[in-house]
């Protein structure tokens, strides 16, 4: 057995910047997850609000997101979603408006870390981790 095989696993696919591409973006990342034999939340519920982020205010006509896994060998889990519009970078004190908003809030008290990475231009990378429990 080659011991340098290196455990990291990865994950990524192109969606559509539409309601039905969120939704397709968790049920992806759950059966992704589901074969590395991993827990399915909290992860699942950061999956589906950044998806949801990206197609609410990362959105660009024509353009795709891209839904991000990967798990190195400490375990730590991490989500990226890279959408088209790096020129609106959500901050850790994102205000709310009434029913919306509460999305990375909500990400915040589930992964362990979230933050967001700017470009290539014209993107933005929004990510979070998750420790193993």
């Known amino acids: 057995m080659n011991r340098n ?52 205010h990362g959105r660009v006509p024509g353009r795709s997101f891209r839904l991000g896994l990967s798990v190195g060998e400490t375990g730590v889990l991490r989500i990226e979603v890279t959408d088209a519009r790096g020129d609106r970078l959500p901050g850790p004190g994102a205000a709310t408006d009434g029913e919306s908003g509460y999305g990375l809030l909500l990400v915040g008290e589930s992964a362990d870390r979230w933050g967001v990475e700017a470009g290539p231009v014209p993107c933005k990378t929004v990510w979070a981790e998750i420790d193993p429990v």
Request: hydrophobic share 55%; no cysteine.
């Open 5 to 56: 095989i290196t455990r990291t696993r990865h994950f990524t696919v192109p969606l559509s910047a539409t309601r039905r591409g969120a939704r397709l973006a968790r049920l992806l990342a759950a059966e992704q997850l589901l074969s590395w034999g991993m827990p399915l939340d909290p992860a699942r519920l950061v999956v589906a609000e950044l998806a949801a982020n990206a197609v609410l």
